[in-house]
């Protein structure tokens, strides 16, 4: 019996779902997940395992610590990790079965003349990790070496906006100029809802595989994957007048009934949720009041319809009110939202 805090429900049925429908975006599309910060938080061991048994091969993580963490024993699997070569060293990926994503032409001079499979990302226009295009010429990509070809898009969650269609450009003529065998790469997630010119080989989800969108067009394509509880761990009468939480930020008005739910912002409720957030049983809706604390926060229930009771869940993430919509009251994205789930909470595969 699980009988955690805090519990984050994780439906796998629903991440396959989602893995799925990228597959289907284009015949022969390579669906290289990306599983980097442990998955974004839904834990990238169970989710690398989970879709190696439906037959994916390749995999993106941020860092090498991330890459060494997976153990991958099977030369078939392609991990890619996007931060690098950095100062590390050439064997240290080798004997890893990890691929390096070359970022820069210092990288690419270190690693050029080796016997290590590595791939190249071509800075199109965001301006942050990557080759510059106007670089790329440097590169000898008839290099045997060189199994894929990377770029990101800057905006792909804006499928109306003309910047993705000038990186696209960009990319394109790298894809014309270079060998046929090459491997090409510019979609995240979000391609999904851009025209089928921008799928290339392989598109690397992230965010959409997990639920999440920034987007209403992708939020109707893919399924929820997480239902995220609190366990109420203490009930209580408040008398009139008095307050709750620290620094006295909130006065009831009235005799209130408030329950103590025991996740905080080291668990992933942050501080701005603090009298205005909301947490839901059943088809009740309860009011955070008083400042959320690092363990615990506090909602009033004086109008619940149901039995509440300590040990019974409340549900701060579900299928109805989902992530993108918790972030939206925190004034963050959903990315911050999955990838700050504290790890007292319990995850739980369903």
């Known amino acids: 019996m699980i009988n955690e805090s805090g519990i984050l429900n994780i ?13 289907k975006l284009k015949k022969n599309l390579i669906v290289a997940p990306t599983i980097k910060a442990d998955a974004y938080g839904l834990g990238d061991k169970n989710i690398f395992q989970l879709l190696l048994k439906k037959g994916c091969k390749h995999f993106f993580v941020a860092t090498l610590k991330e890459g060494l963490k997976l153990n991958n024993k099977k030369n078939t699997i ?3 990790v996007l931060n690098g070569l950095q100062n590390y060293k050439l064997n240290t990926f080798t004997k890893a079965n990890l691929i390096p994503v070359i ?12 016997n290590i499979n590595f791939a190249i990302h071509i800075d199109t226009g965001i301006n942050r990790l990557g080759i510059p295009n106007e670089d790329a010429h440097n590169i000898d990509f008839r290099n045997r070496n060189i199994k894929l070809i990377i770029s990101h898009l800057s ?35 979000h391609g999904a809802i851009l025209h089928n010119s921008y799928l290339y080989d392989m598109i690397r989800p992230g965010i959409g595989l997990y639920g999440c969108y920034e987007n209403k067009k ?68 309860f009011k955070i009041i008083g400042r959320i604390s690092m363990d615990s926060f506090t ?8 039995d509440l009771k300590v040990g019974m869940y409340v549900d701060i993430i579900n299928d109805e009110h989902r992530v993108d919509k918790f972030a939206k009251k925190c004034k963050t994205i959903s990315y911050e939202v999955l990838t ?8 739980n595969y369903e």
């Open 218 to 285: 992708l939020k109707q394509k893919i399924k929820n994957v997480i239902n995220f509880k609190g366990k109420i761990i203490q009930i209580k009468k408040i008398k009139k007048n008095q307050y709750v939480g620290y620094n006295r930020t909130y006065k009831t008005k009235n005799s209130t009934i408030v329950a103590i739910v025991g996740l905080g912002y080291e668990d992933g409720i942050p501080r701005s949720l603090s009298n205005k957030g909301f947490v839901y049983f059943r088809k009740d809706k």
């Open 78 to 80: 392609k991990i890619y």
């Open 103 to 114: 970022n820069s032409i210092e990288e690419y001079e270190r690693i050029k003349n080796s």
């Open 340 to 347: 700050s789930i504290g790890k007292r909470v319990y995850r």
């Open 299 to 306: 909602i009033d229930i004086s109008k619940c319809s149901h």
């Open 11 to 23: 439906k796998i049925k629903n991440i396959i779902y989602n893995y799925n429908l990228f597959k």
């Open 155 to 189: 905006s792909s969650d804006e499928y109306k906006n003309n910047y993705n269609l000038k990186q696209r450009i960009i990319f394109d003529n790298l894809v014309k100029k270079n060998h046929k065998k090459l491997l090409f790469s510019l979609a995240n997630a």
